[in-house]
Each structure stands twice: as structure tokens, then as C-alpha cells.
């Protein structure tokens, strides 16, 4: 029986996630993002159905390998899945760290402990992206090893013919109100820049960055105020309220530049994810996180997050 009082904390991190399709020209079909849905739960059922020397996806500069688990479709766009790694070529002389007696090398090197690592993909009405909660295991995967495990698997998915399109995961990160508590500590801000895509930019003069060897993303540098130690915190807070709409929201990144108590600082909203600590319940033995208590607790904060933003 699991040790009901046995517990550790968790760092999770949050995404967007949106899924591009790719699609014949003479294709007329909009874009739904109930198609996408079907596509994505059509992934993972095709993904689980293979045994897992097919499933598993090696990465060797890392002596790691990563395969899909399991997952739960939830239903409209909402899934809880596992993913595991383990990584080889790491054999030790073990020892009995209490009697302190050696117990020899158990390993082969092909042998790897697993290491879970938890995503939730949740879907709120109306939107065109889904949000991410990853887990963050330092002994796990990154989102980023997720999203190519996946993007590699949608490939396969279309050579075998079970679906006429080609999909890629691409993730974007959400930013945490510590954007806005570092700025608003701040002494003084003397750089200002937002990053937007080009054809967001209605102005003449943009028919310069028709050009091809024009990069898709135009920073905008915004003057400060005259004779003002300070940009005004209720434009630096529009600009990131406009960062975080996901339907209508132009900017991409913001980048500030300043003073605070310890000196000269730098932020950007890519680099401040939000980031949230979660104390879930783990197995007695391994001490891993508990998968069911997991997407629970990860939930629960979810449902919160919502209820404020409303």
C-alpha cells in the first residue's frame, strides 16, 4: 500500500501549444481546431498501439532514450499524458549507503532507470491553441524533446496514410506576472522593445520588409517619455496584457532594460516563464511523483487560473 503521507513538490511550467497544418494548395478547408483535436488524439491512440522498440525514440548525444507512456483523452481537446526516458551508458559501483558495503555493478550498459515525466494539454472554448502544464523533472525530458518525439511520430503517422495532412507541434511560452513585479520594482527603465510580426505592421513603409531576406519578426523600439526616469507602468502592463491574449494579441515578446536595487537588469517575456510549485504525492519506493495525484493537483491550478482571469 502507497504511503498516503509521502509527498514532494513539483515545478511545472506553462505553454501554449499550437499545431500548424499543412495542406495541398488547391485545399480550400479552413483551419478547425476540432480537426486539429481529432489529429492530435489520433496521434497518441496511433502512438500507444506500437510495441515500444518501435515507440521509443533514442537519443544518442544524450545516452537517452524517451517514449510515449500513456495518455487519457479527456474529450474537446483535453489530455493528461505520461512520458518516460532512461538514460544508458551510466554504470557505477553501487553501495549499500547504510551498511556502506559495495554491492558491485548491477548495470549492463543498455540498462536505464525510468524517469516519468507529466504533460497536461488542456483546450478552452473558443480558443485556437492549447495550453501546456509540462513537469519539470531535471532527470525527465524537456518540453522541447516532447514536441520533437511528437513531431517525428506525426510524421510516421502521415507516411503510414492515416491522415491526408501534415502536422508540427510549435510551443511558445507563457509568461508569469514576475514580468510585471520586475518591472514595477524597478528604479529606472531606459529600454523599451516589443517584437511583432511584420504583416501585423499596417504603415507604408513596411513595403521594405516584403523583402525575402527580411526576418518575419520586426522589434519595435519605443522612446521614453521625456524628462521620465520610467516608462508608465499601465503601458509596459497594456503591452503584456496584449502579449497574453491569444486570439488578438499582436506582440510577441517584450524586452525591458533598467535599474533596480542590485543594478542593471534585463527581462524579457520569454525568458520569465510562469512558473507554479505543485506538492503531489509520490511512491514509496521510487519516490516519483504520482501520476493520478498529479493531474489532480494540476487541475485544480488550472481551474484557478481561469476563475481569476475572468
Given at each position: 500500500?502507497?504511503n498516503?503521507e509521502?509527498?514532494?513538490?513539483?515545478?511545472?511550467?506553462?505553454?501554449?501549444?499550437?499545431?500548424?497544418?499543412?495542406?495541398?494548395?488547391?485545399?480550400?478547408?479552413?483551419?478547425?481546431?476540432?480537426?486539429?483535436?481529432?489529429?492530435?488524439?489520433?496521434?497518441l491512440?496511433?502512438?500507444?498501439?506500437?510495441?515500444?522498440?518501435?515507440?521509443?525514440?533514442?537519443?544518442?548525444?544524450?545516452?537517452?532514450?524517451?517514449?510515449?507512456?500513456?495518455?487519457?483523452?479527456?474529450?474537446?481537446?483535453?489530455?493528461?499524458?505520461i512520458?518516460?526516458?532512461?538514460?544508458?551508458?551510466?554504470?557505477?559501483?553501487?553501495?549499500?549507503?547504510?551498511?556502506?558495503?559495495?554491492?558491485?555493478?548491477?548495470?549492463?550498459?543498455?540498462?536505464?532507470?525510468?524517469?516519468?515525466?507529466?504533460?497536461?494539454?488542456?483546450?478552452?472554448?473558443?480558443?485556437?491553441?492549447?495550453l501546456?502544464?509540462?513537469e519539470?523533472?531535471?532527470?525527465?525530458?524537456?518540453?522541447?524533446?516532447?514536441?520533437?518525439?511528437?513531431?517525428?511520430?506525426?510524421?510516421?503517422?502521415?507516411?503510414?496514410?492515416?491522415?491526408?495532412?501534415?502536422?508540427?507541434?510549435?510551443?511558445?511560452?507563457?509568461?508569469?506576472?514576475?514580468?510585471l513585479?520586475?518591472?514595477?520594482?524597478?528604479?529606472?527603465?531606459?529600454?523599451l522593445?516589443?517584437?511583432?510580426?511584420?504583416?501585423?505592421?499596417?504603415?507604408?513603409?513596411?513595403?521594405?520588409?516584403?523583402?525575402?531576406?527580411?526576418?518575419?519578426?520586426?522589434?519595435?523600439?519605443?522612446?521614453?517619455?521625456?524628462?521620465a526616469?520610467?516608462?508608465?507602468?499601465?503601458?509596459?502592463?497594456?503591452?503584456?496584457?496584449?502579449?497574453?491574449?491569444?486570439?488578438?494579441?499582436?506582440?510577441?515578446?517584450?524586452?525591458?532594460?533598467?535599474?533596480?536595487e542590485s543594478?542593471?537588469?534585463?527581462?524579457?517575456?520569454?525568458?520569465?516563464k510562469?512558473?507554479?510549485?505543485?506538492?503531489?504525492?509520490?511512491?514509496?519506493?521510487?519516490?516519483?511523483?504520482?501520476?493520478?495525484d498529479?493531474?489532480?493537483?494540476?487541475?485544480?491550478?488550472?481551474?484557478l487560473?481561469?476563475?481569476?482571469?475572468?
Amino acid at each position: 500500500m502507497r504511503n498516503q503521507e509521502q509527498k514532494k513538490t513539483v515545478p511545472i511550467y506553462f505553454y501554449y501549444l499550437s499545431v500548424s497544418k499543412q495542406k495541398d494548395v488547391t485545399d480550400n478547408s479552413p483551419y478547425s481546431i476540432e480537426q486539429i483535436t481529432k489529429a492530435v488524439s489520433n496521434l497518441l491512440a496511433y502512438i500507444v498501439l506500437k510495441k515500444l522498440t518501435e515507440r521509443k525514440k533514442d537519443l544518442t548525444t544524450s545516452e537517452k532514450v524517451v517514449w510515449l507512456d500513456s495518455y487519457e483523452d479527456l474529450g474537446e481537446g483535453n489530455f493528461d499524458i505520461i512520458f518516460k526516458s532512461a538514460k544508458y551508458n551510466h554504470v557505477r559501483n553501487e553501495i549499500d549507503t547504510k551498511t556502506m558495503e559495495e554491492t558491485g555493478k548491477r548495470k549492463r550498459p543498455q540498462d536505464g532507470d525510468e524517469e516519468k515525466t507529466h504533460l497536461c494539454i488542456r483546450l478552452t472554448k473558443g480558443e485556437s491553441r492549447f495550453l501546456a502544464v509540462h513537469e519539470s523533472n531535471y532527470l525527465g525530458i524537456t518540453l522541447n524533446c516532447i514536441l520533437d518525439y511528437l513531431n517525428e511520430q506525426f510524421e510516421k503517422y502521415n507516411e503510414d496514410g492515416k491522415d491526408p495532412y501534415h502536422y508540427s507541434f510549435e510551443s511558445e511560452i507563457m509568461p508569469g506576472e514576475d514580468f510585471l513585479s520586475s518591472i514595477k520594482k524597478a528604479k529606472t527603465t531606459s529600454v523599451l522593445k516589443l517584437t511583432v510580426c511584420k504583416d501585423d505592421i499596417k504603415d507604408p513603409f513596411m513595403r521594405f520588409a516584403g523583402r525575402t531576406d527580411i526576418a518575419d519578426d520586426v522589434e519595435i523600439l519605443i522612446k521614453r517619455p521625456k524628462g521620465a526616469k520610467k516608462f508608465p507602468e499601465n503601458l509596459v502592463q497594456e503591452y503584456f496584457r496584449d502579449s497574453q491574449d491569444k486570439t488578438k494579441g499582436k506582440i510577441k515578446k517584450i524586452f525591458v532594460k533598467g535599474t533596480n536595487e542590485s543594478g542593471k537588469f534585463e527581462v524579457d517575456t520569454e525568458l520569465m516563464k510562469m512558473k507554479h510549485f505543485l506538492t503531489v504525492e509520490a511512491e514509496t519506493i521510487t519516490n516519483e511523483v504520482d501520476s493520478a495525484d498529479f493531474f489532480v493537483k494540476a487541475q485544480a491550478f488550472i481551474d484557478l487560473m481561469r476563475s481569476k482571469s475572468k
